[in-house]
């Protein structure tokens, strides 16, 4: 069973036309799949609408052939979204909150989250005292602490320093992989699309114009300077009409 099926989805905002035109896509447990394509173009209601958070015109979004829970969909968004009055654990804690009071067990799965990527020392810190790379790892932690089987993320490393957002794309793919957590990821970005997803989905106009697997070893610091990695960003770069970068 898929984690998310999308058939024939369309939506558009009253007195615009189609934001999304007619898209269909599948996500299996553990895939990975970034949407790439111009601003405007559709990506992020796209991702709202397998959020739930719209409803389609027509055609059908279906998470775990219908049986998925509440909790069961992670959002991370372009900024942390942090409650500054909260502290780290207790921000990583909210989505609990929200339904219960936290137990001793959950507080415990909270900091090994943070243990994970590099906050275990920052539980107790409010999000002021953190780096903007630091505020986005609580706001991972965050989406990943009830455990949920589809990750939606919109273009959460856009603000980031390069470094940073290197290190924050090894640490999502590694949570994520140990998880089996299903992801759909916003970016404009192709060399990020490429070293994360085992497929780019190419959107222009409200549509999916192109699906491209991308087949890489292992990926780490290496594969961003493989041929094979160059390969793959140019034919993403193809499918978006955009010209070769020179050699």
Known sequence: MSVLA????RFSFPGWPATVDGVSLELQEGAFH??????????TTLLKLAAGLLR???GSVVFRGGSGRAGDIGFVFQSPNLLEWQRVI???LLPVSL??????????????????LGLGAHARKYPRQLSGGQQSRVALARALILKPSLLLLDEPFAALDAITREEL???LLQMCRQRRTAVLFVTHDITEAVYLADRVDVVDAGRIVQEIPIDLPERSAA??????????AASVRAALHLEATPA
């Open 6 to 9: 999308m058939r024939d989805v």
């Open 34 to 43: 970034c949407l790439v394509g111009r601003s405007g173009c559709g990506k």
């Open 56 to 58: 389609p015109d027509s």
């Open 90 to 92: 207790d921000n990583v």
């Open 99 to 116: 339904q219960h009071r936290p137990t001793d067990s959950e507080r415990a799965d909270a900091l090994r989250l943070l243990e994970q």
């Open 169 to 171: 794309q090894r640490d």
């Open 223 to 232: 594969v961003r300077t493989s041929a094979a990695f160059a390969r793959h």
